[in-house]
């Protein structure tokens, strides 16, 4: 087992001290890891994991690479209210919680404690009047033990974001010059811009258009917010890294492969090197069961970036490439195919590089796998998501290396979505160690 980086265990040191903490590490820093290393370190036999669904079985597969032997129970419906019981990692996700008079909340409330609860993308508990919210940091509270929030955008509209988690686990931040705590309204007039608008005819409503006061806050949160950024740590991370993110797919129709083969010979098979139709159809299928699930977690993952960061996007069928664009309208992505002209493609490349609103590129690894720069003083890119790489390590890497070129100020994480369950689990664990193999030794 790797050991953990400085930054990591920092952080598990202070969980284990019982320090009340918020991992605010940025998204490829190993949030995860962190957090079930420290619940071993704490000793903890009940952790409960509160997690969009998306992220459901990603924690499935941390908790298994992390915690081996430790049982793992995911919640899914009614049925399984008694797991809520379970020892181990207990999965739920936010929206069970967020059921208005949610039957999870109340199991949880009349079940046993648990010794520490894992808030994962801490920031779907950001409005105090959501149901969840008030559930977690209310209703629940003192039923979860130590809880630890994390999330690599904290805050994404606003400071005034904060104030549920700090008012429950941190309220300290609150204090005001009497001694006495801030409430809500006073917490966003102190640290966000506050005004009243008029919409149409109707009534004045107090609107946050942003933050303010940003150095006194953070002097509040010192010792609470863990925060760690990729170009803060370059020197503990290797340059670039590839991961593996499972996903829960349909896996109904997708065929076997021949049994018995290794590694490279498995790769071989699946290149079309033996001109098998069988191991076209497969890589097709495998394509198409991991588009939706692809667009739902590459739209949580933007939405956990800072603004200014953007992300790239790799895939091969042209209808694969046609399902993450529909699928990603709302961030306005381009891509990029083998049917994309010269003319086109440099437009593209250049709004990628300068256009602050375009964020996202989605590209056939054929068409932009080579002969592309992507960084740029005004493109913040360290993150490569291929939603179906090629059987070819070098390729992937060559891929990845659009973003890690002279200029790029952070560490590259390239990640290879998997349709779990399926033998696109295996697939994926070869190319991204033999990608990561690739890298070492040529880079």
């Known amino acids: 087992m790797t050991p953990l980086y400085p930054f990591q265990a920092d952080a598990v040191a ?44 990603v924690w499935e597969q941390q908790c298994a690479l ?43 409330n009349k ?18 009047g959501a149901n969840r919210t008030k559930a977690i940091l209310g209703k629940m509270l003192p039923r979860l033990g ?3 929030p994390m999330s690599g955008t904290p805050a994404p509209n606003h400071a005034g974001e904060l104030f549920p988690i700090l008012k429950a686990l941190y309220p300290d931040a609150l204090l005001d010059g009497s001694g006495k705590h801030m409430n809500q309204w006073l917490f966003e007039d102190t640290f966000c811009k506050v005004v009243t608008k008029k919409f149409g005819g109707g009534p004045q409503i107090r609107t946050i258009e942003g933050s303010k ?63 098998s139709q069988s191991a076209m ?39 694969v490439i046609a399902g993450l664009v529909r699928g990603l309208s709302g961030h306005t992505p381009m891509a990029i195919t083998g049917a994309t002209g010269p003319t086109d493609r440099s437009t593209l490349v250049h709004a990628f590089l300068n256009q602050p609103i375009r964020r996202l590129l989605i590209a056939n690894i054929q068409a ?21 790489p090629t059987y070819s390590p070098a390729d992937n890497v060559q891929a990845a290396c659009r973003v890690h070129r002279i200029g790029q100020k952070e560490a590259v994480v390239a990640r290879f979505l998997t349709a779990h ?8 664990s070869i190319l991204a160690r033999k990608a990561q193999d690739f890298s070492a030794l040529f880079n």
């Open 14 to 57: 202070k969980i284990a001290a019982d320090q009340q903490v918020y991992l605010g590490f940025d998204p490829g820093l190993g949030k995860s890891r962190t957090a079930i290393h420290a619940a071993k370190k704490r000793a903890a036999r009940r952790i409960l994991v509160i997690c969009p669904a998306i992220g459901r079985v």
């Open 66 to 108: 992390w915690a081996p032997g430790v049982p793992v129970t995911t919640v899914t419906g009614i049925a399984d209210l008694p797991k809520l019981r379970n020892p181990g990692f207990v999965l739920v996700t936010y929206g069970l919680l967020s059921q208005r008079d949610s039957p999870y909340v109340a199991a949880i």
């Open 111 to 128: 079940g046993p404690g648990y010794d520490m609860t894992v808030l994962d993308e801490a920031a779907a508990v950001k409005n105090p």
């Open 146 to 148: 130590y809880v630890l």
């Open 213 to 275: 006061n940003m150095a006194a806050l953070r002097a509040r949160l010192h010792g609470f917010m863990l925060r760690v950024r990729k170009e803060d740590v370059l020197t503990e991370l290797p340059p670039i890294r590839f991961d593996i993110v499972p996903l829960g797919v349909k896996t109904d129709g997708i065929p076997d492969i021949p049994s018995g083969l290794s590694d490279d010979e498995l790769l071989k098979w699946l290149s079309g090197a033996t001109a």
């Open 281 to 319: 159809r497969i890589r097709h299928l495998l394509g198409a069961a991991k588009v939706e699930p692809a667009v739902e977690y590459i739209d949580e993952f933007l939405a956990g970036l800072s603004p200014d960061k953007k992300v790239l996007v790799f895939a091969h069928h042209a209808d």
């Open 368 to 388: 932009a796998g080579t002969g592309l720069t992507l960084v740029g003083p005004n493109c913040k890119c360290s993150d490569v998501i291929f939603v179906e």
């Open 421 to 428: 369950g399926t033998i696109d689990d295996r697939i994926q």
